[in-house]
């Protein structure tokens, strides 16, 4: 087996975290849904499709960044890098108040990115230890 180039390695982790996000954010909805909890699995969807919009602009963002090299980034990633937080907290906040969906749930599907990065370090490691 010939060693895979780090690099190329990291394309691929990289091009595999938002279908890693999206399975732990189903399959996290599915079993809540499970237990017939409905408005929990909402508030869960909810907080996971907001927590994978917010992985897709930063990795917008930081490639606009990269890719710029001397010339300006795009005014879109401007835009993204603006609106994110205040966006973010506005919708927490929004839950908070309101009470429509529980905020408990909300914040627990914003750690689906988080979990979805776990599960990816956990296979390089299971690949780095195989080849090793």
Same mark, same amino acid.
């Given at each position: 087996m010939t060693p895979a180039i780090p690099a190329m390695d990291l394309e691929r982790a990289e091009a595999r975290l938002p279908r890693w996000m999206m399975a732990l954010g189903a399959a996290g909805t599915l079993g809540i849904l499970a237990s017939a909890h409905l408005r929990f699995a909402a508030g869960f969807a909810l907080g996971a499709g907001t927590g994978i919009l917010n992985y897709h602009w930063l990795h917008h963002i930081v490639e606009a960044l990269v890719n710029a090299g001397t010339a300006r980034p795009p005014k879109t990633a401007l835009a993204k890098v603006i609106v994110r937080y205040p966006l973010l907290f506005a919708g927490v /906040?929004?839950? /908070?108040?309101? *009470?429509?969906?529980?905020?408990?749930?909300?914040?627990? *599907?914003?750690?689906?990115?988080? *979990? *979805?990065?776990?599960?990816?370090? %956990?296979? %390089?490691?299971?690949r780095g230890w195989a080849g090793s």
């Open positions: /906040y929004l839950f /908070y108040r309101s *009470g429509w969906l529980p905020f408990e749930a909300v914040l627990a *599907g914003f750690f689906v990115p988080v *979990g *979805g990065v776990l599960i990816e370090a %956990l296979a %390089l490691l299971r």
